[in-house]
């Protein structure tokens, strides 16, 4: 069991918009803003896509963007595309457990 | 960008250790930290652990979980970070993966990933 809460998947039409949940507590994600986003494509590494809440990386399309309110925080794929799907997975930090990712949601392009 | 390359696949019997390294370019070898994270066969990622490589201080941080199995150790001179997993297990099956990161709160760029196979 993941200690931070993803919807197993999520799926959307090409163009559309989908928001992918990140659910933690108010030691983790509510604490402060060491949230990141990572998208995998089968097969290979995690990719960064956001880190600290809702920065984004030199070369990350202003397509992904994130969020956060309370315990739970957000990313957001606008403008999908086929090229989109892939596993995507949130991360926080504690000073007494680390670093922990949430269980992972795999989006599907219909 | 950090550019890490690590080594290549192992397969290993039950009770053996492994040690997986991470080489960083020269002329980004990070002034910061490396963390380990492990994927295994259709699951989600686990954090292993962090160890900073900030002028060769090595400040390491280990979830409670891999505490008495893990160590990391870095070699400046060679720009390489390494993990050692001891008593192996078949669920410890899996890709690892070190990444870099500024400080301990979240890896940003990641390792090709080495695939460690447990089994007798």
């Known amino acids: 069991q993941s200690a931070l809460t993803q919807p197993a998947s999520v799926s959307g039409s090409p163009g559309q918009s989908i928001t992918i949940s990140c659910t933690g507590t108010?030691?983790?994600?509510?604490?402060?803003?060491?949230v990141f986003w990572y998208q995998q494509l089968p097969g290979k590494a995690p990719k960064l896509l956001i880190y600290?809440?809702?920065g984004r990386p030199s070369g990350i399309s202003n397509r992904f963007s994130g969020s956060k309110s309370g315990n739970t925080a957000s990313l957001t794929i606008s403008g999908l595309q086929a090229e989109d799907e892939a596993d995507y997975y949130c991360s926080s930090y504690t000073d007494i457990s680390g670093v922990m990712f949430g269980g992972g949601t795999k989006v599907t392009v219909l | 960008q950090v550019q890490l390359v690590q080594s290549g696949a192992e397969v290993k019997k039950p009770g053996a250790s492994v040690k997986v390294s991470c080489k960083a370019s020269?002329?980004?070898?990070?002034?910061?930290?490396i963390n380990w994270v492990r994927q295994a066969p259709g699951q989600g990622l686990e954090w292993m652990g962090w160890?900073?490589?900030?002028?060769?201080?090595?400040?390491?941080k280990y979830p409670q979980k891999f505490q008495d199995r893990v160590t990391m150790t870095t070699e400046t001179p060679t720009h390489t970070t390494y993990m050692e997993l001891r008593n192996l297990r078949s669920d410890d099956t899996a890709v690892y993966y070190c990444a870099s990161s500024p400080s301990i709160v979240g890896p940003r760029s990641w390792g090709q990933g080495t695939l460690v196979t447990v089994s007798s």
């Open positions: 020269a002329d980004t070898f990070p002034s910061y930290g």
């Open positions: 160890i900073s490589v900030y002028n060769g201080n090595g400040n390491k």
């Open positions: 108010s030691s983790d994600v509510g604490a402060h803003d060491y």
């Open positions: 600290h809440v809702s």
